[in-house]
């Protein structure tokens, strides 16, 4: 690199100097900022007193903050375990060899996560309606269902996550897409000459080939799902829902900073949620290094 | 038995293409019919015109009302000024910083990658309460300039032309570039640009993209309306007119429409573009 050096020492400098001004001052220095907020309890943006580590102690005994981690790790599994097998169907489908229309197909599952959360939630509000909803109108009429059936009252965990699989179903298929068309023919077929059938190629020869993009689309779907915010603020409202059964941390987070004004104790909850996710990131790294 | 099989997965995948459809057929739909006739069925309004369709019971009234009663367009405007200044900015700084760490030796440039890589773990909710008080204290709350800067510099997109330029760029051509004495700005736009154009073109549009759908940073930094973008407009009008079904989804269409045709045009580059990243890189 550089047997001919640069006419000016000073060029790299210039070229760094409009990302890295904005990225000190709007990146690192707000993370320094928000461990001086945990430790402070602030009325809005201008006043704040130091509170040392008692709003660590408040969290761990604040009834809403559980009830938020354990909705948004119901709605996180559902991710992982019903969202994800479906985006894997989808891709097995789109992977069939001769297949036609596959670019067509793709293009039609990709398109619902191009649109907006706060849009896929205004859209979802309507189908979850109760009597009218377009949801419950096709279920009485396809399987006689429940009309009355209330979605955003009683069942607002399995509405969020219908709402996520019609978004990401086809967002996750992209990247199965993308490992299955890298598994290698020929291991393909030295397993069909083995004797070896369909359900033992899938899991003997495809699934371990397409493990390391596994783990990283589980890792995606935890990030996405642990700063789930727009669908439960819109489809309830901006509250928690009934008996806040669709509180989310961010939203906890959210409400706590921006309407009660506390910055101090938002920017607590936002640690958790950045060592979950490093504690995630650090497990997914760890296992698909071996 | 071959046939069979790929006659199945037809069946399923038009199945499948129809479910996914639906809620878009349904917002359509939605946004054209009276409010009279908002009920009487899901989708169109049945009736005795061609196909069996009530036609007369279609309007466009959403539309103009968008136009005549909450000037919608303005929030339009916004939200295309938001993005597409936001894909400028970002997309021209983080591939200046990126061929920067990749193509050049310099004083702190492990320090400054360390610090990028760092930050690529940490997420976005935890910076809301800290930059918040950052934008009250520089007198930018309720500003333009307060919702573009903070997400002008995202520590993933530098990494990304880093990788991109370290991978495409040789180092043969940017010394023949200097013994044919081109200054470096020539140089970065002559030379660099040119064979970064996939990236620069994906990450443009992901930048794009990403403005128009956020929501929750518009919400917190701005409190005028004049400025809102969509993402906030159409959240703000489900409350005060969550009654008014047509109105809604003929603003939640107009909102949606421009990034799905601008997506459906530029989806060969942009596949082509993060593919060819992603092999290369």
């Not at chain 1, 083995?194 to 033992?200: R, S, Y």
């Amino acid at each position: 690199m550089n047997a001919v050096p640069p006419r000016s020492r000073w060029a790299p400098y210039a070229f760094c100097a409009p990302f890295f001004a904005i990225f000190l001052l709007f990146g690192v220095y707000p993370i320094i900022q928000s461990a001086v907020l945990a430790t402070q309890q602030t009325y809005g943006p201008k006043a704040s007193r130091f509170v040392g580590l008692a709003n660590f102690k408040d969290l761990l005994a604040d009834p809403l903050f559980w009830r938020a981690l354990w909705n948004t790790t119901v709605f996180a599994a559902g991710s992982i375990f019903i969202q994800l097998p479906c985006s894997l169907g989808l891709a097995l489908l789109l992977n069939q060899p001769k297949l036609r229309g596959r670019a067509f197909f793709r293009l039609i599952f990709f398109a619902p996560s191009l649109v907006g959360l706060v849009f896929v939630a205004v859209i979802f509000s309507l189908i979850f309606e109760k009597r009218t909803g377009l949801l419950n109108v096709l279920l009485h009429g396809a399987f006689g269902c429940d009309p009355e059936f209330p979605w955003l009252e009683s069942y607002v965990m399995p509405a969020l996550i219908i709402a996520a699989l019609w978004m990401y179903a086809g967002f996750n298929m992209v990247y199965f897409l993308a490992a299955l068309q890298a598994v290698e023919r020929d291991l393909v077929e030295a397993a069909v000459v083995d004797g070896a059938n369909a359900w033992q190629r899938f899991v003997h020869v495809t699934l371990p080939a397409i493990r390391p993009v596994g783990a990283f689309v589980v890792l995606l779907s935890l990030v996405g799902s642990f700063q789930l915010f727009e669908l439960p603020y819109l489809l309830l409202n901006a509250t928690g829902g009934p008996d806040n059964q669709g509180l989310t941390l961010v939203m906890y987070l959210y409400q706590m900073g921006f309407e009660t004004g506390d910055l101090g104790y938002a920017s607590t909850i936002g640690w958790v949620i950045a060592v979950l996710l490093g504690t995630f990131a650090a497990v997914q790294w760890r296992l698909s290094r071996d | 038995m071959a046939r069979l099989r790929l006659v199945i997965t037809y069946v399923a995948l038009a199945a499948c293409s129809i479910i996914i459809l639906i809620p878009f057929a349904y917002l359509v739909c939605a946004s054209l019919k009276t409010s009279a006739a908002f009920f009487s069925s899901p989708f169109l309004p049945p009736g005795d015109g061609w196909f069996g369709i009530a036609w007369d019971q279609l309007t466009l009234s959403h539309f103009t009302r968008l136009h005549s009663e909450l000037h919608f367009e303005r929030q339009l405007l916004n939200s295309l000024f938001f993005s597409a200044t936001l894909s400028v900015l970002a997309t021209l700084a983080c591939a200046m910083g990126g061929y920067a760490l990749a193509k050049f030796h310099f004083r702190g440039r492990v320090t400054l990658t360390a610090l990028v890589l760092g930050m690529l773990v940490v997420p976005g909710t935890l910076l809301l309460a800290p930059t918040y008080r950052l934008l009250y204290q520089l007198g930018l709350l309720d500003t333009y300039a307060g919702v573009l800067l903070p997400l002008a510099a995202p520590a993933f997109g530098v990494f990304l032309f880093r990788q991109a330029a370290s991978s495409t760029i040789p180092d043969a051509l940017l010394e023949a570039a200097r013994l044919d004495g081109a200054g470096e700005i020539r140089t970065f736009f002559a030379i660099v640009v040119p064979l970064l154009r996939p990236m620069i073109g994906a990450f443009m549009l992901i930048s794009f993209l990403s403005m128009w759908n956020n929501f929750i940073w518009p919400q917190v930094v701005l409190q005028s309306g004049a400025k809102y973008p969509l993402s906030v407009a159409i959240a703000q009008l489900k409350n005060v007119y969550s009654q008014d079904y047509g109105l809604l989804m003929a603003a939640t269409l107009v909102s949606i429409l421009p990034v799905l045709l601008l997506f459906l045009t530029l989806q060969r580059d942009f596949i082509a573009g993060l593919t060819s990243g992603a092999v290369k890189g």
